[in-house]
């Protein structure tokens, strides 16, 4: 079954330090991958999808098929940037590119 | 921008109650999904709508579910009877084209609180 895996429930760092947040993914077709962010009392919204290959708020991903993951970084994190992001992965070929949520990685960036 | 929007924003209800949920997705989009996340899980998927069929169900989406599209603009999730375990943030989303690599727009979501 396909399945977005999300290990971190919550990463913390402090301003202007590197971020990664990490996102593996099964399955066995060619999928279609996104990170949705949430940013506190807002709807969950588009960061970024890999078909797009762009930066976003300073973010960027990288498909990466061998180890079937699609980490969000950033190299300078900011205090606005505090959300809760979620990989999601829908499958090319679905009819209706239903989402498949990991559970989600609390990023809290400290001053 | 257009965005989608949900009512209401919080419902409670007993066990065993009808409840509506309703959703305007954006006015040009053609594809409309359902999700629920229950409080410290994920975002699960429900159910898919296009040209007024649902397209796609998940195993969530038994007989005690289901959607309409009763005029031009809303539509609605409906639980006949609802069970403490459907708890949850109802998520509505839509999209313009309903591929696999196409934007979902989501709402803010209902809270849906069964005593």
């Known amino acids: 079954a396909q399945r977005v895996t999300q290990p971190e429930k919550l990463l913390s760092v402090f301003k202007g330090a590197p971020v990664e947040l990490k996102c593996n993914y099964s399955?066995?077709?060619?999928?279609?991958l996104f990170w949705y962010v949430q940013y506190s009392r807002q709807r969950l919204q588009l960061l970024l999808r890999h078909i797009s290959r762009e930066s976003i708020k300073g973010f960027t991903a990288d498909l990466n098929k061998g180890e079937t993951s699609f980490h969000l970084k950033k190299p300078f994190a900011q205090e606005e940037d505090s959300a809760m992001y979620y990989c999601a992965l829908s499958l090319r070929g679905g009819s209706q590119g239903n989402l498949i949520f990991g559970k989600g990685t609390k990023l809290s960036v400290k001053p | 921008e257009p965005e989608v929007t949900q009512t209401p924003s919080h419902q409670v209800t007993q066990m065993g109650q009808e409840v509506i949920l309703r959703c305007v997705p954006i006015s040009n989009h053609l594809y409309f999904y359902w999700y629920r996340q229950i409080l410290g899980q994920k975002v699960e998927f429900l159910v898919s709508f296009y040209n007024n069929e649902i397209s796609e169900k998940s195993e969530i989406f038994d007989d005690q579910f289901s959607v309409e599209r009763p005029d031009g603009s809303n539509f609605t999730l409906k639980i006949r009877s609802t069970k403490l375990e459907d708890s949850a943030m109802y998520f509505c989303a839509s999209s313009s084209q309903g591929l696999a690599g196409d934007t979902q727009y989501f709402g803010p979501g209902t809270r849906l609180t069964v005593l």
């Open positions: 399955y066995s077709g060619s999928p279609e």
